[in-house]
């Protein structure tokens, strides 16, 4: 099982709608969470993190996090065309601690 | 806030030769920085990871006799590819963290490397 999985895609969701973006992970004694936003030829660009239980929201943006059920989740409300990109999620372990391991990253579609 | 370069963006060398990348944090100390390697449609692979005034630590499976890591100060990191071949051609990517330990990751805008 790997340590960080996300469904590959693509998701395709409508301009205007909720996009929601999944990650499970492997370890349960991951403290730190993230998710990447990374446009295609470009480098990642963090969006958001969550360490705690619960929601965490930014904008249009919104973490959840289920430490028991170990899943992630990346909310994007009223999705854009410029949303399009591949969302990688990624958190830091226990083994390796300052090391962020890397999900092979969902892409999203957001058609006009 | 939290702004990393690369210079340079983009290189063609010739197979044989050597390429350095260099890596800065603009407004902050980083601590701890990482190299990362990315193949098209492929997810990020890091290479390594390096502290400020200590030796790097390579991933299983990295040469670090061929990439040589260099972190000499608390906001510039160096990787130098030596006797690249074309098989090193790829997207190189450094992160910089302005905690020891750790905790978010700011990426800088990568560096497109063709070996001829």
């Known amino acids: 099982q790997k340590e960080v999985e996300q469904n590959s895609g693509p998701l395709s969701v409508p301009e205007g709608a909720i996009a929601s973006l999944n990650c499970t992970y492997s370890?349960?004694?991951?403290?730190?969470f993230f998710w990447y936003r990374q446009y295609s030829g470009k480098s990642p660009e963090l969006i958001m993190f969550?360490?705690?239980?619960g929601d965490k929201e930014d904008g249009r943006f919104t973490a959840q996090l289920n430490k028991a059920s170990q899943y992630v989740s990346l909310l994007i409300r009223d999705s854009q065309p410029s949303d399009s990109a591949t969302y990688l999620c990624?958190?830091?372990?226990?083994?390796?601690?300052?090391?962020?391991?890397f999900g092979t990253g969902t892409r999203l579609l957001v058609s006009p | 806030g939290a702004v990393v370069s690369q210079h340079p963006s983009r290189v063609i060398c010739k197979s044989g030769t050597s390429v350095k990348i260099e890596c800065r944090s603009l407004?902050?100390?980083?601590?701890?920085m990482f190299w990362y390697r990315q193949f098209p449609k492929q997810s990020l692979m890091l290479m390594a990871t390096?502290?400020?005034?200590?030796?790097?630590?390579?991933e299983q499976g990295v040469e670090k006799d061929k990439f040589l890591i260099n972190h000499a100060s608390l906001t510039l990191s160096t990787l130098t590819v030596t006797s690249a071949h074309p098989e090193d051609s790829s997207f190189y990517i450094c992160?910089?963290?302005?905690?020891?330990?750790?905790?978010?990751?700011?990426f800088g805008p990568g560096t497109r490397l063709t070996v001829t």
């Open positions: 992160s910089a963290s302005p905690a020891r330990y750790g905790y978010e990751q700011y």
């Open positions: 370890d349960r004694g991951s403290q730190s």
């Open positions: 969550i360490y705690s239980n």
């Open positions: 990624a958190l830091r372990g226990i083994t390796g601690f300052q090391k962020l391991v």
């Open positions: 407004d902050f100390q980083a601590t701890t």
């Open positions: 390096s502290n400020e005034g200590s030796k790097a630590t390579y």
